[in-house]
């Protein structure tokens, strides 16, 4: 079993950036794709971004493209999504998951493992 542990988020203006970090304990990290996910209150959990276990693959949301980059340090067992030009719309809590087979997992189901999440607000 992993442990998920998020931090990084907060308050911010919208345009602005913020970079969430996901450290990892337990078994071997470096095997399985890893991903973000976002909730929004009343709203179900959506797919942010995914990364393959070897940094190679990435895929995102089409909400999030070209503003955010998932990346990984397989060595310091380390998980992080920057994220620019931030919009109210991003406002959110923000999930790391692990353990997918696949580099462009998408459902939450396809994820084994989650972290306890981190609060995104965005002010206009």
């Known amino acids: 079993q992993v442990r998920l542990v998020e931090s990084g988020g907060g308050l911010v203006q919208a345009g602005g950036s913020l970079r969430l970090s996901c450290s990892a304990s337990g078994r071997t990290f470096n095997w399985y794709t890893m991903g973000w996910f976002r909730q929004a209150p009343g709203k179900e959990r959506e797919f942010v971004a995914s990364?393959?276990?070897?940094?190679?693959?990435?895929y995102y949301a089409d909400s999030v493209k070209g503003r955010f980059t998932i990346s990984r340090d397989n060595a310091k067992n380390m998980l992080f999504l920057q994220m620019s030009v931030l919009k109210t719309e991003d406002t959110a809590v923000y999930y790391c998951?692990?353990?997918?087979?696949?580099?462009?997992?998408?459902?939450?189901?396809?994820?084994?493992?989650w972290g306890q999440g981190t609060q995104v607000t965005v002010s206009s």
């Open positions: 998951a692990d353990g997918a087979a696949s580099a462009s997992a998408t459902s939450p189901n396809a994820y084994t493992n």
């Open positions: 990364i393959a276990w070897s940094g190679g693959g990435t």
